[in-house]
């Protein structure tokens, strides 16, 4: 491997051949972070841009505008890579395997504006189901991404939060779970509706999805299908109750739990019974509650 010029502050050709093809570091002056970013894509235009706005962001980049010179350095210097999926030669999806494969422990963050079959779901969903850790929808803010980056650190450095996405209609019986949740452990995001939930930049990289089954437009059960077909990791727990027929609502529960959730939950209930659940389907120790023993209005 040729260095070049090995300036830290400078650009650091690694590939010693100038051209369309180079791997370059990219910097913008002394960092404060030496988290080493790798960012494959085909567009130099898009390298750039990335480029610059993590190192305005205290991080180190590297630059590969083909996925064959990526993977030449790609695990053995970097902490991080995010790539496009959609490019000449090897494309992300075959990038992806074998960074999984050659280097288990980095993050991966894969990205694509839809130019491939089926368009930019089911190319994103490919490439989650494939190995990448967090999936990006283009065009996206450098916040947006930096804020995927620094999770998915954390993650790798044990000291990551449970990110729990809650899906209920109704306001005060989201604000009353939220704060069963605020306890230090938890990062926490809401949904009022499950279309809502499922459009949400959110759903990658959450650890546990809390959903009503009972709610206006699609559903509590056709969210917990859509999840459980699309993000498999994602543990569920379907929670219902207020029901003029307890028969109803134990069969809805029954229904959730056939359709995948983990487990179900009726309204109301306690957070010692909610985080009873949470524990067992997140195969953790139990629970110790910070919380003011408020329980869900049912």
């Not at 369309?20 to 002394?30: D, E, R, Y």
């Amino acid at each position: 491997m040729t260095h070049g010029d090995a300036s830290i502050w400078g650009c650091w050709r690694l590939t010693g051949k100038p051209g369309p093809s180079t791997v370059i570091l990219g910097t913008g002056g002394p960092p404060l972070n030496f988290t080493r970013i790798l960012i494959v894509d085909d567009s130099p235009t898009v390298c750039e841009f990335l480029s610059r706005g993590l190192t305005d962001k205290k991080y180190q980049t590297l630059q590969a505008t083909r996925m064959e010179d990526a993977l030449k350095h790609g695990g053995q210097l970097v902490d991080l890579i995010i790539t496009d999926i959609i490019m000449p030669g090897m494309d992300g999806y075959e990038g992806i395997r074998r960074i999984k494969r050659n280097w288990p422990d980095v993050p991966v963050i894969a990205m694509s504006a839809g130019a491939g079959e089926g368009g930019r779901d089911k190319t994103l969903l490919k490439a989650r189901n494939i190995g990448a850790d967090a999936i990006l929808q283009k065009p996206f803010s450098i916040d947006v991404l930096t804020e995927k980056i620094e999770y998915l650190l954390a993650r790798r450095g044990g000291e990551s939060k449970t990110r729990v996405l809650i899906v209920e209609d109704s306001t005060v019986q989201r604000k009353v779970m939220r704060r069963m949740f605020e306890d230090g452990r938890h990062e926490v995001f809401e949904a009022e509706t499950a279309e809502q939930a499922l459009a949400s930049r959110e759903i990658v990289g959450v650890d546990l999805l809390v959903t009503d089954i009972f709610m206006p437009g699609e559903g509590g059960l056709s969210v917990i299908q859509k999840i459980r077909k699309n993000w498999p990791n994602i543990r569920i727990v379907a929670v219902s109750g207020g029901w003029k027929d307890d028969k109803q609502g134990e069969q809805g529960l029954s229904a959730a739990e056939i359709v995948g959730a983990d487990a179900g939950l009726k309204k109301p209930f306690s957070p010692d019974e909610l985080f009873a659940v949470v524990d067992k389907v997140l195969a953790r120790e139990g629970h110790a509650l910070d919380t003011d023993g408020t329980a869900l209005p049912a």
